[in-house]
């Protein structure tokens, strides 16, 4: 069974920090292109952070620069570091696993964490 499981929101005020965290498992980690999602209430989700299994990233242009996606395969882990949040970045941070494999498509979602940024 494939499970990703996030970790590490909460409450913050403006211009804090986060370390969010997504652990999975029932998956070859390693294989995956990692990501993460946000959705704020009444918008659409919208991509964040993408490291790929090659260690690549791309940012979204909202977070670049306040954020650092990693990944660590020994845990089948992957990480997002967000400093100087700003109110619009409050949100619930989905992890999300994608491969390719052949022809057919895997993609695998957590269930969330909410990260509020707030004074």
């Known amino acids: 069974q494939v499970q990703l499981v996030e970790s590490g929101g909460g409450l913050v005020q403006p211009g804090g920090s986060l370390r969010l965290s997504c652990a999975a498992s029932?998956?070859?980690?390693?294989?995956?292109?990692m990501s993460w999602y946000r959705q704020a209430p009444g918008k659409e989700r919208e991509s964040v952070a993408t490291i790929t299994r090659n260690g690549n990233t791309n940012y979204a242009d909202s977070v670049k620069g306040r954020c650092t996606i990693s990944r660590d395969n020994t845990k089948r882990s992957m990480y997002l570091e967000m400093n100087s949040l700003k109110p619009e970045d409050t949100a619930v941070y989905h992890c999300?696993?994608?491969?390719?494999?052949?022809?057919?498509?895997?993609?695998?979602w957590g269930q969330g964490t909410q990260v509020t940024v707030s004074s």
């Open positions: 029932g998956i070859f980690f390693d294989r995956y292109d």
């Open positions: 999300h696993a994608h491969l390719w494999s052949g022809s057919r498509e895997y993609d695998h």
